[in-house]
């Protein structure tokens, strides 16, 4: 072992994280939320199929994980429009950054979030509070519908 490549390493990070440290926060607040939103929208489906006597999701059903993967997109831009009415113009500018930035739709949702955990102090209390009236509202049914579905609904 050199004396350069000694102190360019750490025993305690993994060869395949970013070197930068800002970068490697980033990568730990995205990974945390992934692991978080999962928890969210899976538990919220599992609950509505229990309360509608539907069988419990599976990995393996295209349509399950269809559903899953919008349920995604649903909460994390709910999410985003109850925190984004007290942002500052700086911050703004930087949930527009991640907004612009290359990768798909649900990849730059979740990095408009990163921004947001670093930026707000008090994001994971936000974040629980949405958690909370989202699983409530999907899991008893209450979803919000369309326009079609609130005109030729029944009852």
Same mark, same amino acid.
């Given at each position: ?8 390493? @750490? ?9 930068? /440290? ?56 709910? /999410?985003? #429009? ?20 290359? $990768?798909?739709?649900?990849?730059? /949702? ?18 629980? #509070? ?8 999907? @899991? ?7 326009? /079609?579905?609130?005109?030729? @609904?029944? $009852?």
């Amino acid at each position: 072992m050199t004396p350069d490549s000694f102190f360019g390493t @750490s025993l305690r990070r993994d060869p395949n994280q970013p070197a930068d /440290l800002n970068a490697r926060i980033d990568a730990q607040i995205r990974e945390r939320l992934e692991e978080a939103v999962d928890f969210v929208c899976l538990d919220a489906l599992v609950r509505r199929r229990r309360t509608l006597a539907l069988p419990p999701p599976s990995a393996d059903n295209p349509r399950d994980r269809a559903e899953f993967t919008e349920s995604v997109g649903a909460f994390l831009a709910e /999410l985003q #429009t109850a925190i984004a009415p007290d942002l500052s113009e700086a911050q703004r500018r930087k949930v527009a950054a991640a907004k612009a930035a290359p $990768g798909d739709e649900a990849q730059r /949702l979740l990095g408009v979030h990163v921004v947001l955990a670093r930026e707000l102090p008090d994001y994971w209390q936000r974040f629980e #509070t949405c958690r909370a009236a989202y699983t409530e509202r999907v @899991s008893s049914g209450r979803e919000r519908r369309g326009l /079609l579905g609130r005109l030729f @609904s029944r $009852g």
